[in-house]
């Protein structure tokens, strides 16, 4: 699926284990949401989610991977949703969770759940997307779900 914005296009696909390298780039490269222990994601935790028990997407532009989601299927959980800091603000988030989002829908989920650090401009995404917002833990995550 294609998606063309002014003077250039934007493809989605299903992510690959090839993938992986590009996607932890945009992964550690974000501005907010950052590791504190970036050892607590490693690439190789991306091919279990890829391969056993979920599925990602990307978003690419002339071959370079801007953006990710995955979904957990085990929980109905988002275990991941970036976009690069550098192509930001071009929709690319908000077409990735609806990719993943109709994809849980067709496999007859009823609802979705994920956590991001509240006051973050993950967490006012996520409400303008429709999520409903849930308590906040220890750790200072809000819990978010979405019903389909």
Same mark, same amino acid.
């Given at each position: 699926m294609k998606t063309a914005c002014s003077d250039w296009a934007l493809s989605y696909r299903v992510a690959t284990v090839a993938d992986i390298p590009?996607?932890?780039r945009v992964r550690m490269a974000v501005k907010e949401n950052v590791l504190s222990n970036p050892a607590k994601v490693t690439p190789e935790m991306y091919v279990p989610y890829l391969q056993e028990f979920g599925k990602g997407w990307?978003?690419? &532009?002339?071959?370079?991977i801007l953006g990710l989601s995955i979904v957990d299927y085990r929980n109905g959980?988002?275990?991941?949703?970036?976009? &690069?800091p550098t192509a930001e603000q071009r929709g690319i988030g908000k077409r990735l969770m609806q990719v993943l989002v109709d994809d849980a829908r067709r496999r007859?989920?009823?609802e979705l759940k994920l956590s991001?650090?509240?006051d973050t401009r993950a967490d006012r995404f996520?409400? +303008?997307q429709g999520w409903l917002p849930g308590?906040? &833990?220890a750790d200072g995550? +809000?819990?978010?779900r979405l019903p389909l």
């Open positions: 590009a996607m932890h990307v978003c690419e &532009d002339q071959g370079q959980s988002v275990w991941a949703l970036f976009v &690069d007859g989920f009823v991001t650090a509240i996520y409400l +303008r308590e906040v &833990d995550e +809000r819990h978010y």
